[in-house]
């Protein structure tokens, strides 16, 4: 039964974390504009090579138009390494975003 709550609790902070991707910018501040709704004091952006751009876009978005008492609690950068399809390994950047709602 401990390992049920463990996994409840990590889910439950799981649902914190928005993952940027090819979509437009908006719909990222949309996701993340929810969950501030529904009551999270925190969320978490995260991305990965090409979209580290639209994820500071998104971040920048929510605190400067349209919520202004949501502040950048931490921003963490590293790199990850993959390995491609003919077995070559490719270093991709990586950056999340923590915005805390005061």
């Known amino acids: 039964m401990a390992e ?3 996994t409840e609790s990590t889910t439950k902070s799981d649902e914190n974390i928005i993952y940027v991707g090819k979509k437009p910018a908006m719909s990222y501040v949309l996701a993340v504009m929810t969950q501030f709704t529904a ?19 998104v971040a920048e978005i ?12 931490n ?11 003919g077995g070559n390994k490719v270093n991709v950047s990586t950056l999340s975003i923590l915005l805390s709602k005061a």
């Open 4 to 6: 049920k709550k463990k």
């Open 39 to 57: 009551g999270a004091r925190e969320v978490q952006i995260k991305a990965r090579g090409k979209s580290i751009s639209r994820a500071v876009d």
């Open 62 to 73: 929510i605190k400067n138009k349209f919520l202004s008492d949501v502040k950048v609690k």
């Open 75 to 85: 921003i963490e950068i590293g790199t990850e390494e993959r390995v491609m399809n």
